[in-house]
């Protein structure tokens, strides 16, 4: 690809930018969220066109105008969020949109057997007769890259692969990327990770607003130089303080949870659910996306009832109380859906703010409100958190994410709470953005609060926890202290489900 | 340069709804400034004239300031027309049958009665939709159906002017009439009450917590109850202050226009009323606006009818299109600017 410039309105994503991938290659494409990364790619998948540049195969000039003539290429993406349909069978995805032999009747069997050879060939385990709803978060992605061996895809896109991936996972798929590019593949690797791209790229691009900022052979270039080359300067990481500010394992738990229980629609989300938490301790719960973890936070802050157990708050049963109450006694939340959970995106800024105090004194009396002192208190907050927006007016909407999270940590983190529930704080987040949240709840910590933290980045978990719990399919698996002898293996295995007895 | 954008797209819009009209009375084989000449005149020719748009106005922002209420609060109130019938019923009844009172609170207490019924009559769609996630859209078009429905059957049986053979109400009191502004036209105090509860609508929606809150439900119901607002509640209240609105405006035409209660009272108002809330807005001086342009445009339709033979059914094309002119404007302003 070259020169390719892109832009939406008048946000420029892509600017110039070169790309060069070989024969046979895995190429790292890094860089942070909106540095025009999967931009790029969807220009080159055909779902996007270049406002200038070109692309080349082979040296020849191309112009894809649709997936479907990219596919025709030899091209395939995966997409981060999978491109599946839901009721249908894996092999009924996998034929999707091509007319195979027959066509419209089918030979079903025999695509099958393609699929379950294919499957064999590349160590790709799965059942082309399964229905993809039934499927976990790790075989969907097996599925979507048989997809692109089925299509007889030599350039293969994958955006954020390991995202939803359990360590393991992620192991597992690197073995599959190496295979593939034994036979000769080209792979392109989207990510923000750079221990990703050390591990599995054999060359590496740099984007950076929508430029390229540099690129080389793996080899050449070290974890401090690629993360420098990745947000243009250099970081300095949050780092916990080893031992707690206080020993508190004496004090009376600031939360525990007894045999907390929540039925679905068909299956249990939560399984006697038991933790405690200490103050001025963070408290990580890791697990794939999906096992339960949002729930039990909401359950926790009580916008969902539990259907058995029970909730102590400083050894008060909180159960039956409301959101409102619950957050008036001291507990914030940081859900991990911004824009439907967290904030209101047509609303301005300054009331954004206030949602969660709007009805007190001093916004309020006698439930007229004073604009006067919402503004005020907009602007005191945007410069206490270095919020980057044109006035308290703004619509939240306009404002980029690193700032919409600040928008929700001003507002939960006010009055001084003494438990926080973050769920996925950090995703989606620039690193920079990142940091400034995770010195923030380190910060909460050292004051005393207690926190309980979401996350399905295990790098994160490592940073902050002083201890980690492992949920999976709704229940508690495993409690590790996260000190020097903590086995992430150990940790990858209780997420994805493998009980001690079992291995 | 956004402004340009906006102002041009109005301009275009006032363009194409023009053009169209014109295209519309040439097809009729009508004399096109003749035509034109009647509509702007029965708008503006005399104080007469104006004061009709005036009297025209008042029901439609009352039921579109209703509207608007509910729709800021995404419970999409299609059921004006009905609210404003069940209002007209409640203003006739406590007109006829309540004992003797002062006129003032007599009139204040009728006026509320509106209010009422008609709050209650969006209540239950509203109850409906917080408690039992029932389509408030079909809810509210059904008991359109209803209310009007009631009215026949009331002014048939109960409350049927005996004296008479024609399916109506006995007349209220003479004086039982909402205070004439400007004799010897029909402008009455319902404009008043439209002008003050366009201020009150204005100050519950955006000085108070519960407008806040409605407002908040509105924008996104999912974190307001993550933020601990209780939606039901915001969902019912405004229900119920948007149904009282569109009951003020039945109220407001029993006692400042008809005297009486009978079918056909309201043209439609509670249908025109989704357009004003549409082309105000959801702004309560939008609605104003859009609810005297409105009716200026429906009274120039009907003067043009009378003086050059045009159909007054044009001024209804034209709504309509002004409608999907300005849906689209905002879909094109939107899809530009992300």
């Not at chain 1, 997936?67 to 599946?84: C, D, N, R, T, W």
């Not at chain 1, 495993?478 to 150990?490: P, Y």
């Not at chain 2, 959801?282 to 003067?303: E, R, S, Y």
């Amino acid at each position: 690809m070259k020169q390719v410039c892109k832009s939406f309105g008048e946000v420029q994503a892509n600017q110039n930018v070169d790309l060069t991938v070989e024969r046979g290659e895995i190429h790292a494409l890094l860089g942070e969220n909106g540095a025009g990364k999967t931009t790029l790619m969807n220009i080159l998948y055909g779902i996007y066109q270049p406002d200038s540049g070109s692309v080349l195969i082979d040296g020849q000039p191309v112009s894809i105008s649709s997936p479907g003539e990219a596919i025709s290429l030899k091209i395939g993406m995966v997409h981060q969020h999978f491109m599946l349909v839901p009721t249908l069978s894996v092999s009924q995805n996998i034929t999707l949109g091509i007319k195979e032999r027959g066509y419209p009747f089918t030979d079903r069997k025999e695509v099958d057997r393609k699929i379950s050879q294919l499957s064999k060939e590349y160590g790709l385990d799965i059942d082309p007769t399964a229905i993809i709803e039934d499927l976990s978060v790790g075989v969907l992605q097996r599925v979507e890259i048989i997809k692109l061996l089925y299509h007889q895809a030599e350039l293969l896109i994958l955006d954020e692969p390991t995202a939803v991936l359990t360590p393991q996972e992620a192991e597992n798929l690197f073995t599959v990327l190496k295979r593939l590019k034994k036979d000769g593949r080209s792979i392109i690797i989207i990510t923000h990770r750079i221990a990703e791209v050390q591990s599995i790229a054999d060359r590496v691009t740099v984007l950076r607003d929508g430029a390229r900022v540099g690129c080389d052979d793996i080899g050449n270039v070290g974890e401090t130089r690629l993360s420098e080359m990745m947000i243009g300067r250099r970081l300095e990481t949050a780092v916990r303080s080893d031992t707690p500010t206080r020993d508190r394992s004496h004090e009376a738990a600031l939360l525990s949870l007894e045999g907390i229980r929540l039925k679905g629609r068909n299956v249990n989300i939560l399984n006697d659910i038991a933790l405690e938490l200490q103050a001025g301790e963070i408290l990580g719960l890791a697990g794939v996306d999906g096992n339960g973890q949002k729930e039990l936070a909401e359950v926790i802050v009580g916008i969902r009832q539990p259907d058995g157990g029970k909730i102590l708050f400083e050894g008060n049963d909180v159960t039956g109380l409301g959101v409102r109450k619950r957050k008036r006694i001291g507990m914030a939340y940081v859900p991990d859906d911004r824009h439907h959970d967290g904030l209101i995106l047509d609303m301005d800024l300054s009331s954004n703010l206030i949602l969660n105090s709007h009805d007190q004194p001093p916004f309020t009396t006698y439930r007229f409100m004073h604009d006067q002192v919402r503004r005020r208190h907009a602007e005191q907050t945007i410069s206490e958190y270095q919020v980057k927006t044109p006035g308290v007016g703004t619509l939240v909407r306009y404002l980029s994410g690193g700032n919409q999270q600040k928008i929700i940590l001003a507002r939960e983190l006010e009055g001084v709470p003494k438990l926080i529930i973050a769920s996925q704080p950090t995703r989606g987040l620039d690193i920079g953005a990142e940091e400034f949240i995770n010195k923030l709840l380190l910060a909460q910590r050292e004051r005393g609060a207690g926190i309980l933290l979401v996350s399905a980045d295990l790098d994160q978990l490592m940073k902050l926890s002083d201890r980690i719990a492992v949920i999976f399919d709704g229940r508690i698996t495993g409690l590790f202290n996260n000190d020097a002898g903590i086995d992430l293996g150990e940790i990858g295995l209780k997420m994805a489900g493998v009980t001690g007895a079992a291995r | 340069m956004k402004i340009i954008r906006e102002l041009g797209s109005f301009i275009l819009i006032a363009g194409i709804t023009t053009l169209v009209g014109a295209i519309l009375v040439l097809a009729v084989g009508a004399d096109a400034g003749k035509a034109f000449g009647a509509f702007f005149s029965g708008i503006l020719g005399s104080f007469y004239s104006f004061t009709e748009v005036l009297v025209r106005a008042t029901p439609l922002i009352l039921a579109g300031l209703g509207v608007a209420v509910a729709f800021q609060a995404r419970f999409f109130n299609i059921g004006a027309e009905g609210q404003l019938y069940m209002g007209a019923i409640a203003a006739t009844w406590a007109g006829l049958y309540l004992p003797s009172m002062p006129l003032y609170l007599h009139l204040g207490v009728a006026m509320m009665a509106g209010f009422l019924l008609g709050g209650i009559w969006a209540m239950i769609p509203g109850f409906l939709k917080s408690q039992y996630k029932i389509p408030e859209v079909i809810n509210t078009i059904m008991f359109n159906y209803i209310a009007i429905n009631i009215v026949g059957i009331l002014v048939r049986t109960v409350m049927a002017n005996k004296t008479s053979p024609l399916p109506m109400s006995p007349r209220l009191a003479d004086d039982l009439h909402l205070p004439f502004l400007a004799d010897p036209t029909r402008l009455h105090a319902g404009l008043l009450v439209a002008l003050v509860c366009a201020v009150l609508v204005y100050l519950f929606l955006y000085k108070t917590t519960w407008g806040f809150e409605l407002r908040a439900v509105g924008n996104n119901p999912r974190a307001s109850s993550c933020s601990g607002i209780s939606v039901k509640k915001t969902i019912v209240i405004s229900s119920l202050i948007s149904g009282g609105l569109a009951g003020l405006a039945g109220g407001s035409e029993i006692l400042g226009v008809h005297g009486r209660l009978l079918e056909g009272i309201s043209p439609e108002f509670g249908y025109i009323a989704i357009i004003v809330a549409l082309l105000g807005r959801n702004h309560p001086l939008g609605v104003v606006l859009a609810g005297v342009g409105i009716a200026a445009l429906q009274i120039g339709a009907t003067t043009m009818q009378r003086r050059a033979g045009v159909p007054a059914s044009i001024s209804l094309i034209i709504m309509g299109l002004l409608v999907i002119l300005i849906l689209g404007r905002q879909y094109w302003v939107k899809s530009r600017s992300t």
